[in-house]
């Protein structure tokens, strides 16, 4: 029997990686839903091949453009994720959320209820929303898998491992383009440098996380939601090569380290099939592991890696106001109205202000307070600045 398979953000890059394992492997497969925001085209080609029925496209102009195709008579379109119910009469077998942002939040925790087995790639999502994603996933017996490279490894490395024989764990950063570039040329970088990253091919929102290490910040936040490991036993270190993922050192005097290729259809491919399908993998790369150049982080260099001290060790609305932040400065810079490195020192400035720091003792209630909090921060952050 095939699996039943849902994709929400299906036209991203890892939804295209998820897409291009599941063609290689089709007999094994059924498409029932796929979703985008504004890529209308690249979601007919992929619904046309698949054969897919339902199809949610968010953007009401590429949600219109698309009912006008000839072809679509055949399909059941939707404009947003409350029709779940009337696309699952039963639950399917898996389901990849990677809707980027916030918005990824709710259709992740709505369709949790529809599917044996959710594979997360929302960083905002869990870092915001975790305490809801993980009472549903209880509630509706679904399991998890966490899809980005270093959490996947992490959650490999730690199977039948028991959680209190962890004495650090150590996330890896590659340093982003302007790892060996000095401090002060950094004011004048463009946004083809910034989002130029040396190992990865990634949109261009997650390759200036990257660039500014707030990345780094919001991975070692989902560490430890998910693996319920307190902030004194996560470690950011510097590998420029990419290769290693994640290192588990334990207290009994052991060290696992995991590698692979920088390549997302590892993590991607291990959750669809968890990890049973035999693939050919390259081979151990010896000279990349006989040069592993591991490094600490310079928080002159990466002053966000500052906000890791800022950060409560319970469940917070601060957490939603620092991915708001971070979004908004980055889409400015983006917009090219401000500087490459001003998303770091207006940050730090406005995550100590008064009137958010009292956020860090409220724990989010529900899904409306996260996206109304995210709304408020991005609606309001110039008259904030000027405070």
Not at 39 to 47: P, S
Not at 56 to 75: E, H, L, P, Q
């Given at each position: 029997m095939k699996k039943k398979i849902a994709i929400l953000g299906s036209?991203?890059?890892?939804?295209?990686?998820?897409?291009?394992?599941?063609?290689?492997?089709?007999?094994?497969?059924?498409?029932?839903?796929?979703?985008?925001?504004?890529?209308?085209?690249?979601?007919?080609?992929?619904?046309?091949?698949?054969?897919?029925?339902?199809?949610?496209?968010?953007?009401?102009?590429?949600?219109?453009?698309?009912?006008?195709?000839?072809?679509?008579?055949?399909?059941?379109?939707?404009?947003?994720?409350?029709?779940?119910?009337?696309?699952?009469?039963?639950?399917?077998?898996?389901?990849?959320?990677?809707?980027?942002?916030?918005?990824?939040?709710?259709?992740?925790?709505?369709?949790?209820?529809?599917?044996?087995k959710i594979a997360i790639a929302n960083k905002e999502a869990i870092i915001c929303g975790w305490d809801l994603i993980e009472k549903r996933l209880d509630k509706h017996k679904t399991d998890f898998i966490p899809v980005d490279s270093e959490h996947f490894s992490i959650w490999y490395a730690l199977q039948g491992i028991e959680k209190n024989l962890i004495e650090k764990i150590y996330l890896t950063a590659s340093g982003g383009p302007f790892l060996e570039k000095p401090l002060k040329k950094l004011k004048k970088v463009n946004i083809k440098q910034v989002t130029n990253h040396p190992n990865w091919k990634m949109g261009k929102k997650i390759s200036t996380d990257s660039a500014t290490m707030i990345n780094k910040v919001f991975e070692v936040i989902e560490a430890k939601k998910i693996f319920k490991i307190s902030y004194d036993k996560l470690e950011i270190i510097i590998h420029p090569k990419s290769y290693v993922h994640a290192i588990i050192k334990f207290k009994n005097g052991l060290t696992k380290i995991i590698v692979h290729d920088t390549n997302m259809r590892i993590p991607i491919l291990n959750s669809l099939y968890s990890p049973k399908k035999i693939i050919n993998s390259k081979k151990l790369d010896f000279k990349t592991l006989n040069d592993l150049d591991f490094r600490d982080v310079n928080p002159k260099k990466f002053p966000l890696i500052k906000v890791l001290k800022m950060l409560p060790n319970n469940t917070s609305l601060f957490e939603t106001i620092l991915v708001s932040i971070n979004d908004k400065f980055v889409e400015l810079f983006l917009r090219n109205e401000i500087k490459f490195t001003d998303i770091s020192q207006k940050m730090n400035k406005m995550l100590n202000l008064y009137s958010f720091k009292k956020y860090k003792k409220i724990k989010p209630k529900n899904i409306e307070e996260i996206i109304e909090m995210n709304t408020k921060i991005k609606n309001n952050i110039g008259f904030l600045l000027k405070k």
């Open positions: 036209t991203g890059s890892i939804g295209k990686t998820l897409i291009n394992i599941i063609k290689q492997d089709i007999k094994n497969f059924e498409v029932v839903l796929l979703s985008a925001h504004e890529n209308y085209r690249e979601l007919f080609k992929q619904a046309k091949f698949f054969k897919v029925k339902n199809l949610i496209i968010t953007n009401k102009k590429s949600y219109n453009k698309f009912k006008k195709n000839k072809f679509s008579k055949n399909m059941n379109i939707y404009n947003d994720f409350n029709n779940f119910k009337k696309i699952f009469k039963n639950k399917i077998d898996y389901t990849m959320s990677s809707i980027s942002g916030i918005q990824g939040l709710k259709p992740t925790i709505e369709i949790i209820k529809y599917t044996k």
